[in-house]
Every structure is written in structure tokens, then in C-alpha cells.
């Protein structure tokens, strides 16, 4: 009876090794279940699509309120469609729980891959924490999401993009009152601004070169927040302001809108970001100095290729890792440029902007040559 026992044991030992190695893994491709980050966690394991399998990503956006955020939907869409990805796109409009619906809407659906462009860099962990028991990777996409095990992170050299606009801005005026308007307090992308920002300026404080009247966030990146900003630095200092940092193009706007009342705007300094066609207008026009153009096709397109490895258990190649609280991600980082009047060219010839809409408020004869 012991010998039948044991002959029963150890069939059932067989039989439940070979279920579990007709379930475990993929399709045999390259990488089996890798990916640039792993999707960490007690999380199920999801089956991985196969070098000819339809793969069904999912994309988390917070605004399309600014001009850029509609390229990378587009863009997004245009490369998903071109390599025969199914994608769903989900718009928060700034509404925290309403994103975290959005994810799990979609994860319902059984998407294979998340790219996220969280609203709240902090909360937009939870997303990931979902996912993740699904065993569904996820994308940062331009914002990191702090203290989570995301799998990847695309975006631009933020830090950077700070470092540039206080640079270029320093080096012309190099003494007197500032005001920075940072972005929004919830988006982890206007801390790492701010800190390349203050890389830049923090040792000409300590000169006393200048002095930075305010340096205050504008909630929800509004231009609104930036003029009433603007507006109060300017009454606090009595006029006596020689530049602007402006986070980004929609709060330089609203810093020229300030400046615009006090007769100022042309004279003070300003600084953005995103090459914004009525910013760059304004550029041309001599109203804001300098914008950062940053390439949006490389991101976009690097998040869906990046985006088909994950779901078929492939390695990501990167180029650098940032941390974000709890790990250090596995990130692809693109470089952000500095454009004034001078070069403005390059946006056009990148196909960004056209000359023709740059230049049809100012006469044909102040218009940049390229």
C-alpha cells in the first residue's frame, strides 16, 4: 500500500510540472518574459504576444489643453496605426480619478501595454500597481511616476530643459530682479525643471548678481496663474524686473500678458518651452526670447516601438535611468533645444512648424530668413 502511495505522489508531481510548462512563458521569442523594467510585484503573468500578434496598447493622457499634447496624440496614434498596433486613447483632463477609471477600464479590456502621461506624478502609482497584478507593463510617458516599480520612462532631458532656459537667459541678463513662474506643483516634470533652473541661476543668487523676487508654481500650468504672478511680483518691485522664467510657453504668455500691461512686454526677458505657434510668433514678434523646441516625434514613436517590446517580452534598449522614489527606471531620454529668432529655423525645417503661420502677424520683412 506505502509503494502505491508513493507511485501516486509521484505521478501527480509529473503531471503538474508539465501543466505548469504548458503555461509558463511566450511564444519562445527573444527576451521570453524581460522587459526594460519588470513589472515587479505578486502580479499574475501575462501570456506574451508573439512576433505577429496584434498588440493592444493603451494610452493614459492628462490634457490635451496645450498644442503639444494634441502632437503626441497624434503622432502616437499615426506610428500605432503604421506597425499594426491596436491602441485606445483616454483623456483625464486633469481629473486624477478619473484617470485611475481610465486604467482600469482599459485594463478590463485586456490591453497588453499602458504608456501613461499621468496628470498627479505621485497618485498615477497606483496605475501602475494595478497593472502590474495584471501583468501589464507600463509606460512613463514625458512625466515620471514617483515611488512605483513602472517598467520604463520616455521623455526629454527635463533637467536639461531648465538648465537651457536659465542659461540662455543668464548669459543676457546677467544682473537684476528675476521672477520664476514654475509649472504645476503636481507634475514631478516642473520639480526637475525647476532644478535644472536653479542649477543655472542659484549661483549668481549667491553673487548677488541677482535676486529672485518670486519663484512660485502656476497651478495647472495656466496662463492665468503666470499673469496673476507676474502681476504681483511686478507691483512688489515696482516694475523693476529684468527677465522671466517661464516653465513653459503657455506660462510665459501669461507673463507677457503682465508685461503687456505695464508696457514692459519686449523689455523684460522671457523665457518657455514647447515651441508653441503663438509663442513662437511672439518670439518673432520680440515679445518672448526664447522657447525649448522638443522634438516630439522621437518620443512618441519611442514609446509605441518601445511599447510592442514589452508586450512581446523583448529588451528595451535605453540610454540612461532616473529615480523616481523607489527604483531607478530604465529611461530613453531625448535632447531638448534651445530656439530664438535667430535659429527659429529649425522647427520649421523638422517640419514642427511652417514659416507661413510663424510669420502671418508681422510683416513679411521682419520675418526670420532661414
Same mark, same amino acid.
Given at each position: ?196 533652473? %536653479?542649477?543655472?541661476?542659484?549661483? *549668481? =543668487? +549667491?553673487?548677488?548678481? $541677482?535676486? &529672485? #523676487? @518670486? ?116 529611461? %530613453?531620454?531625448?535632447?531638448?533645444? *534651445? =530656439? +530664438?529668432?535667430?535659429? $527659429?529655423? &529649425? #522647427? @520649421? ?22
Amino acid at each position: 500500500m506505502g509503494r502505491s502511495k508513493n507511485f501516486l505522489a509521484a505521478l501527480l508531481l509529473v503531471v503538474l510540472a508539465a501543466a505548469a510548462a504548458c503555461t509558463s512563458g511566450g511564444d519562445g521569442g527573444a527576451g521570453g518574459n524581460q522587459n526594460a523594467g519588470g513589472t515587479g510585484g505578486a502580479g499574475a503573468t501575462r501570456q506574451k504576444k508573439g512576433a505577429n500578434d496584434k498588440v493592444f496598447i493603451g494610452f493614459l493622457m492628462d490634457t490635451l489643453k496645450e498644442e503639444r499634447w494634441q502632437r503626441d496624440k497624434d503622432l502616437v496614434e499615426k506610428h500605432a496605426q503604421e506597425v499594426g498596433a491596436q491602441l485606445s486613447v483616454q483623456v483625464a483632463n486633469g481629473d486624477d480619478n478619473l484617470q485611475i477609471k481610465q486604467a482600469e477600464n482599459l485594463l478590463s479590456q485586456k490591453v497588453d501595454v499602458l504608456i501613461v502621461a499621468p496628470h498627479n506624478s505621485e497618485i498615477a502609482a497606483t496605475i501602475v500597481e494595478m497593472a502590474h497584478r495584471e501583468g501589464v507593463p507600463v509606460i512613463s510617458y514625458d512625466r515620471l511616476i514617483k515611488n512605483s516599480d513602472v517598467d520604463l520612462y520616455v521623455s526629454h532631458q527635463v533637467i536639461k530643459i531648465g538648465e537651457l532656459q536659465a542659461d540662455y537667459i543668464l548669459k543676457r541678463a546677467p544682473k537684476g530682479n528675476y521672477v520664476v513662474v514654475q509649472g504645476s506643483a503636481t507634475d514631478n516634470n516642473a520639480r526637475l525643471l525647476h532644478d535644472g533652473q %536653479m542649477n543655472i541661476l542659484k549661483p *549668481a =543668487v +549667491d553673487r548677488g548678481d $541677482i535676486k &529672485i #523676487v @518670486v519663484d512660485q508654481p502656476a497651478r495647472e500650468w495656466l496662463a492665468s496663474e503666470a499673469l496673476n504672478i507676474v502681476e504681483n511680483a511686478l507691483t512688489q518691485v515696482n516694475n523693476e524686473v529684468v527677465a522671466v522664467i517661464a516653465a513653459n510657453d503657455g506660462t510665459a504668455r501669461g507673463a507677457i500678458q503682465a508685461l503687456d500691461g505695464q508696457r514692459l512686454a519686449g523689455k523684460v526677458l522671457v523665457s518657455g518651452q514647447d515651441a508653441d505657434l503663438a509663442s513662437l510668433q511672439l518670439i518673432v514678434e520680440g515679445k518672448q526670447t526664447m522657447t525649448i523646441y522638443k522634438p516630439i516625434q522621437p518620443l512618441a514613436y519611442g514609446a509605441v516601438d518601445a511599447a510592442l517590446k514589452l508586450a512581446r517580452g523583448q529588451q528595451v534598449e535605453t540610454n540612461d535611468t532616473v529615480d523616481n522614489g523607489r527604483k531607478k527606471v530604465p529611461s %530613453m531620454l531625448y535632447e531638448p533645444l *534651445a =530656439v +530664438d529668432k535667430n535659429n $527659429i529655423g &529649425i #522647427v @520649421v525645417k523638422d517640419g514642427y512648424q511652417t514659416l507661413e503661420k510663424i510669420c502671418e502677424k508681422i510683416p513679411a520683412d521682419q520675418c526670420p530668413k532661414l
